[in-house]
């Protein structure tokens, strides 16, 4: 069973940074209890006291990433690849029987707005091999800029690709999906599709770059 919004606790591992922040802000506004992972908790509260005064509400709270793992009913892991594999390893045990959303890009400096294909082929592949079974590992928000998140006034014009080999895993992060309000939740398949939904992010970044716009998305037509 999905857990009322105001009973599902949400850590966002990553929280401090450009797009987990926003996320975070989203979704302490719709009600979720939300909690910002750093490897610093010194950092991590500082940015969940700098989203509180936003929201007008102390309803965030920062910790390191690992008491905010375990004090999750869901994990959602949003920082540079670079960082992925060394976080996943740190809180490996935490996140067993839990729901792990990978917002994860596997970008590769300096040429961000070309394509790269890891080892693993996926980072969310790669993060349900590294954390097993025990862990239903559910890639998303990829495609979303981090600038139309923390624009509060504004709906989020963007589709959410979920990519994950398990359907009621995939259900509960539609619902997050769906509490941010403009997103719309589009089932894109088993996590091996994740390889093509990362991928587009770079696209992404290119077509931000080439038409100067702040964070292109994605729409799926026909779905109406």
């Given at each position: 069973?999905?857990?009322?919004?105001?009973?599902?606790?949400?850590?966002?591992?990553?929280?401090?940074?450009?797009?987990?922040?926003?996320l975070v802000l989203r979704w302490a506004r719709s009600g979720y209890r939300v909690l910002i992972g750093s490897r610093s908790?010194?950092?991590?509260?500082?940015?969940?006291?700098?989203?509180?005064?936003?929201?007008?509400?102390?309803?965030?709270?920062?910790?390191?990433?690992?008491?905010?793992?375990?004090?999750?009913?869901?994990?959602?892991?949003?920082?540079?690849?670079?960082?992925?594999?060394?976080?996943?390893?740190?809180?490996?045990?935490?996140?067993?029987?839990?729901?792990?959303?990978?917002?994860?890009v596997p970008l590769k400096p300096p040429k961000i707005?070309?394509?790269y294909v890891p080892p693993g082929k996926a980072a969310s592949l790669e993060a349900q091999a590294l954390l097993g079974k025990g862990v239903r590992v559910v890639a998303a928000f990829q495609n979303v800029g981090a600038a139309h998140l923390k624009e509060l006034r504004h709906s989020v014009n963007c589709d959410v690709l979920m990519c994950g080999d398990d359907a009621e895993a995939k259900n509960e992060v539609a619902q997050?999906?769906?509490?941010?309000?403009?997103m719309r939740a589009v089932d894109a398949g088993p996590l091996a599709n994740a390889?093509?939904?990362?991928?587009?992010?770079?696209?992404?970044?290119?077509?931000?770059?080439?038409?100067?716009?702040?964070?292109?998305?994605?729409?799926?037509?026909?779905?109406?």
């Open positions: 069973m999905v857990k009322d919004p105001k009973m599902l606790t949400i850590a966002v591992l990553g929280g401090t940074g450009k797009e987990g922040s926003g908790a010194e950092r991590a509260q500082n940015k969940a006291a700098e989203l509180n005064e936003i929201l007008g509400e102390a309803l965030i709270q920062g910790m390191d990433n690992v008491q905010a793992a375990a004090e999750a009913d869901l994990v959602v892991l949003s920082v540079p690849y670079a960082a992925h594999e060394a976080i996943l390893q740190s809180v490996k045990e935490q996140v067993q029987g839990k729901i792990l959303v990978d917002v994860t707005r070309t394509v997050l999906v769906e509490a941010i309000d403009g390889v093509a939904v990362e991928a587009l992010t770079p696209v992404l970044l290119y077509i931000n770059k080439r038409y100067k716009v702040a964070g292109a998305g994605i729409r799926i037509t026909g779905l109406e």
